[in-house]
T-cell receptor, first 115, second 113 residues
Framework: GAVVSQHPSRVICKSGTSVKIECRSL??????MFWYRQFPKKSLMLMAT?????????EQGVEKDKFLINHASLTLSTLTVTSAHPEDSSFYIC???????????FGSGTQLSVL | GDSVTQMEGPVTLSEEAFLTINCTYT??????LFWYVQYPGEGLQLLLK?????DKGSNKGFEATYRKETTSFHLEKGSVQVSDSAVYFC????????????FGTGTSLTVIP
């Protein structure tokens, strides 16, 4: 079946540094990828929708300049957390659509800890 | 706008108990409905789905029926196992909103022996 690979699975960084998270669809072309943030009480929040070749669409309240999303190809989307702070510590999950309104495939998530 | 409302957790059940996790939705068009599961330390996995009214999705003993009249998609399992302990997310995808997925807040289930 379709696989989405997310890397790294865990990252620890110092406050003020930037962190890049990659999301790849390994065996299918994903025209749309989504980035979610999971909060400690397990709620999942959609951060942005990433379409290949165009600017990402951010949800209300999500800082575009802080969470940079690039969807350069049909198999790769990246999320860069710029100038990370401790409050950015969270579990970030990407997902990709394979065929319209069919399955949504998820990456394994990235646990970001900012010290 | 579209949204999903899911029952608050956490839920703790004894093995072989009956499980129901409620989920209701609001949608502009005619969405597809999904249940996703997140096992400890893992990413989300699709558990089951239904694409139109009265459809029943089923997998691994779990079932959910797409009820348009009550805008609900409740997850049920007749006899839970310890291995079912996980977080369950109800979600919808609506073609009228560009196939964007909307998730409920998740319900944590713990099954004790």
């Amino acid at each position: 079946g379709a696989v989405v690979s997310q890397h790294p699975s865990r990252v620890i960084c110092k406050s003020g540094t930037s962190v890049k998270i990659e999301c790849r669809s390994l065996d299918f072309q994903a025209t749309t990828m989504f980035w979610y943030r999971q909060f400690p009480k397990k709620s999942l929040m959609l951060m942005a929708t990433s379409n290949e070749g165009s600017k990402a669409t951010y949800e209300q309240g999500v800082e575009k300049d802080k969470f940079l999303i690039n969807h350069a190809s049909l198999t790769l989307s990246t999320l860069t957390v710029t100038s990370a702070h401790p409050e950015d510590s969270s579990f970030y999950i990407c997902s990709a659509i394979w065929r319209t309104n069919e399955k949504l495939f998820f990456g394994s998530g990235t646990q970001l800890s900012v010290l | 706008g579209d949204s999903v409302t899911q029952m608050e957790g956490p839920v703790t059940l004894s093995e072989e108990a009956f499980l129901t996790i409620n989920c209701t939705y609001t949608a502009t068009g005619y969405p597809s409905l999904f249940w996703y599961v997140q096992y400890p330390g893992e990413g989300l996995q699709l558990l089951l789905k239904a694409t139109k009214a009265d459809d029943k999705g089923s997998n691994k003993g779990f079932e959910a029926t797409y009820r348009k009249e009550t805008t609900s998609f409740h997850l049920e399992k007749g006899s839970v196992q310890v291995s079912d302990s996980a977080v369950y997310f109800c979600a919808l995808s609506d073609q009228y909103t560009g196939n964007q997925f909307y998730f409920g807040t998740g319900t944590s289930l713990t099954v004790i022996p």
